[in-house]
């Protein structure tokens, strides 16, 4: 599998289990993204996005997102989505 870097969380709310982020490259639902930083490190698939709390399909670079995550996540995690290894 390869990974590639689409972002940084800038936020984490517990209360609700999402997580803020910037990107820096297109994410869309569907996709399958890694959270790694010192003490984090769970792979996550992208069931909803949010924008200023509108739903959308897809972001692009320098969005800042919002979307659910099963683990917590903290400031400064890199977002990096997963891709499977091509046949």
Do not use: N, W
């Amino acid at each position: 599998m390869t990974e590639e870097p689409v972002g940084k969380i800038t936020h984490y709310f517990p209360k609700i289990a999402v997580a803020a982020a910037t990107l820096s490259a297109e994410l869309k639902v569907g996709d399958q993204v890694r959270v790694k930083g010192h003490t984090t490190d769970f792979t996550e698939g992208i069931e909803s996005l949010e924008i200023e709390h509108q739903k959308v399909d897809r972001a692009g670079p320098g969005d800042k997102v919002a979307f659910k995550v099963s683990e917590k996540a903290r400031p400064g995690d890199r977002v990096l989505r997963v891709a499977a290894p091509a046949p």
